[in-house]
């Protein structure tokens, strides 16, 4: 299994930007899809990017396309999501999550709060 650990997360008016970071322990993240998943209070959880194994596909929710990009360094055991034109509607608990398909593996991050104000 892979351990892993969000920060970046914070207060923030609409309009400003964010990353968020992943850092793994345990394995390396060359291994594993990774996604980025958010759950605002009193709601689901909800996917919002998702970066592939191979690094060659990226994909996104409706609601942050343009405006949120996920990226990795494999040489870091990182994965960040860039979050530009924030909107109220981001507030949420961002969630990291490490998915290897092969041996059906799935690790999740303990989140990191992202709050927008108008």
């Known amino acids: 299994q892979v351990q892993l650990v969000e920060s970046g997360g914070g207060r923030v008016q609409a309009g400003d930007s964010l990353r968020l970071s992943c850092v793994a322990s345990?394995?390396?993240?060359?291994?594993?899809?990774m996604g980025w998943y958010r759950q605002a209070p009193g709601k689901e959880r909800d996917f919002v990017a998702t970066?592939?194994?191979?690094?060659?596909?990226?994909y996104y929710a409706e609601a942050v396309k343009g405006r949120f990009t996920i990226s990795r360094d494999n040489a870091k055991n990182t994965v960040f999501l860039q979050m530009n034109s924030l909107k109220t509607e981001d507030t949420a608990n961002y969630y990291c999550?490490?998915?290897?398909?092969?041996?059906?593996?799935?690790?999740w991050g303990q989140g990191s709060q992202v709050t927008v104000s108008s």
């Open positions: 999550d490490a998915a290897d398909l092969a041996t059906e593996d799935d690790n």
């Open positions: 345990g394995r390396t993240l060359s291994r594993y899809d």
């Open positions: 970066d592939s194994q191979s690094g060659g596909s990226a």
